[in-house]
């Protein structure tokens, strides 16, 4: 068993379930505004947003495991081709579908979600990364509310 937990994996994931929550109500705002090029260009977005997420993630365990050099190196390097392929998306889809409604929902829901996922999080290094889901009241000894 691997005794350094998934963080990062887990956080990408909880952004990925938050942005399909927002996903129907963006998509449809989208189609209704700006018509079917808005609806493409919102749904390339919000599908950008996750595989960004998850590719950051995924990329960051696998360094966080082979030492702190390569923590740094991924973690800056990672970000700067996963823009760069941002980037080439937008390029190449600026014909194709509404930029306009391709960068804002990309722009907005990376910063929305970011913001939504902070309420969430366990920023401790005791309990890093989600914070844990109880159940019922816990009084401080411990004990569950009776």
């Known amino acids: 068993m691997d005794p350094i937990p998934a963080v990062e994996r887990d956080i990408a994931l909880d952004l990925v379930k938050r942005a399909a929550l927002v996903a129907p109500v963006v998509l449809v705002v989208a189609y209704l505004v700006g018509g079917a090029d808005a609806l493409a260009a919102s749904l390339i977005a919000l599908a950008l947003v996750a595989l960004n997420f998850l ?87 411990g004990q569950g509310e009776q």
């Open 55 to 141: 590719a950051g993630a995924l990329s960051l365990q696998w360094a966080g495991h082979r030492g702190p050099n390569a923590l740094a190196a991924v973690a800056v390097g990672g970000f700067l081709v996963r823009m760069a392929v941002v980037l080439g998306v937008i390029v190449a889809l600026q014909s194709t579908v509404d930029v306009v409604w391709l960068v804002g929902v990309l722009a907005v829901s990376h910063i929305g979600l970011l913001i939504w996922e902070t309420r969430h999080l366990s920023i401790s290094l005791a309990a890093p990364g989600l914070k844990p889901v109880r159940s019922s009241w816990t009084n401080f000894d």
